[in-house]
C-alpha cells in the first residue's frame, strides 16, 4: 500500500524566511512523487514533479530515499506563496498510477 | 485550451434531492477521477475511472455513483444527499502517471 504524510497541517512563516514543507511517503515500489498547490479560491495544480528535478516559483524539492522524504523548499518566502499544498504520490510502473495525496500543509506567509 | 470543466460551480440543496455534478475533459485522457475536500482531511477520493464503462471505489465512495459512457465525462451523482456530504468537490484527469489535471470544484451545501 502507498502512503503519504504531510505532518504539519499549518505552517506560518515571515516574508523573506526559509520554507520547507515535509513531506514523507511510504511504498515498497519505485515511486513518483509530485508537489500540487491550491491558491485562495483556485484549483488545484501541479507545482513540481521529482522527475523533472526542476525549480519553480523558487521551489524545490529532492527525492530522499533513504528517508523516503520528498521536502519542498523555498530559500526565500513570499506573501504570494501563501497556499494549500499537498504532496502526492503515484507508482512509477505497474499499471495504475492512481495518485495517493497527503492531508495537505496550508502555508500562510505573513508580511 | 486544455482543461477541466465542472458544473455547477456552487450548488445548495435539500437532504435527499438527488443532484448531479458534471465534469468533462478535452485532453482524451483516459483516466478520471472525483474528491472531496474538507477541513483538517485533505484531498480524498470518492470514484475513479480507468476508460469508458471502468470505474472503481476511492477511499469514500459511500453516497455516490458515477458512470463513465464517454471518455470525455465523468458525473458524479448523490442519489439522496445528506449534511455530511457537504463539501468542495473535484474533478481530475489524468495525463501521465501523477500528473492530474484539476477543475475548478464545486462547492456543494447540503441543508
Known amino acids: 500500500a502507498q502512503r503519504v504524510t504531510q505532518p504539519e497541517k499549518l505552517l506560518s512563516v515571515f516574508k523573506g524566511a526559509p520554507v520547507e514543507l515535509k513531506c514523507n511517503y511510504s511504498?515498497?515500489?519505485?515511486?513518483?512523487l509530485f508537489w500540487y498547490v491550491q491558491y485562495s479560491r483556485q484549483r488545484l495544480q501541479l507545482l513540481l514533479r521529482h522527475i523533472s528535478r526542476e525549480s519553480i516559483k523558487g521551489f524545490t524539492a529532492d527525492l530522499n530515499k533513504g528517508e523516503t522524504s520528498f521536502h519542498l523548499k523555498k530559500p526565500f518566502a513570499q506573501e504570494e506563496d501563501s497556499a494549500m499544498y499537498y504532496c502526492a504520490l503515484s507508482p512509477a510502473s505497474g499499471g495504475s498510477y492512481i495518485p495517493t495525496f497527503g492531508r495537505g500543509t496550508s502555508l500562510i506567509v505573513h508580511p | 485550451e486544455a482543461q477541466v470543466t465542472q458544473n455547477p460551480r456552487y450548488l445548495i440543496t435539500v437532504t435527499g434531492k438527488k443532484l448531479t455534478v458534471t465534469c468533462s475533459q478535452n485532453m482524451n485522457h483516459e483516466y478520471m477521477s472525483w474528491y472531496r475536500q474538507d477541513p483538517g482531511l485533505g484531498l480524498r477520493q470518492i470514484y475513479y475511472?480507468?476508460?469508458?464503462?471502468?470505474?472503481d471505489k476511492g477511499d469514500v465512495p459511500e453516497g455516490y455513483k458515477v458512470s463513465r459512457k464517454e471518455k470525455r465525462n465523468f458525473p458524479l451523482i448523490l442519489e439522496s444527499p445528506s449534511p455530511n456530504q457537504t463539501s468542495l468537490y473535484f474533478c481530475?484527469?489524468?495525463?501521465?502517471?501523477?500528473?492530474?489535471?484539476f477543475g475548478e470544484g464545486s462547492r456543494l451545501t447540503v441543508l
Open positions: 475511472s480507468m476508460n469508458v464503462e471502468v470505474t
Open positions: 511504498y515498497s515500489g519505485s515511486p513518483e
Open positions: 481530475a484527469s489524468q495525463g501521465g502517471p501523477g500528473e492530474l489535471f
